[in-house]
């Protein structure tokens, strides 16, 4: 199962961070990879950034999370964003399910 968070400012980023749960799977670890995608006015989400593969436990065993960010270029906007989480599961097949959470953020990026 896969856990994004909402995108969010810090200042002077956006940032978005992603978390697993083991679910029925055998291991213990998986390799999350957390992607932030700024929305356009041509209705697309354009990634804006991908953050390193992390491995990582399952959120009922660590409080650790995966993490992407980049620099806001300005903040005179309120635009929506979009956390994508993907998680591989060390060792297994899994179902290439992606998690989302959209906020809005006051952060452009070019």
């Given at each position: 199962m896969?856990?994004?968070d909402?995108p ?16 029925s799977?055998?291991n213990?670890t998986?390799h999350?990879?957390?992607?932030l995608?700024e929305?356009?006015?041509d ?11 992390t491995?990582?436990?399952?959120r009922k065993?660590?409080?650790n ?8 270029d300005?903040?005179?906007?309120d635009?929506t ?6 998680v591989?599961v ?10 989302t959470?959209?906020n809005n953020?006051?952060?452009v990026?070019?």
């Amino acid at each position: 199962m896969t856990y994004p968070d909402n995108p969010h400012y810090t200042a002077p980023d956006v940032s978005a961070h992603g978390k697993w749960d083991k679910g029925s799977c055998s291991n213990d670890t998986a390799h999350v990879t957390v992607g932030l995608y700024e929305y356009y006015t041509d209705g697309y989400f354009y990634l804006k950034v991908k953050g390193p593969s992390t491995q990582l436990k399952p959120r009922k065993v660590s409080n650790n999370r995966a993490n992407a960010r980049t620099r806001c270029d300005s903040t005179s906007r309120d635009i929506t964003w979009l956390n994508m989480v993907d998680v591989d599961v060390d060792g297994e097949i899994d179902s290439g399910e992606k998690g989302t959470n959209k906020n809005n953020v006051y952060c452009v990026v070019n």
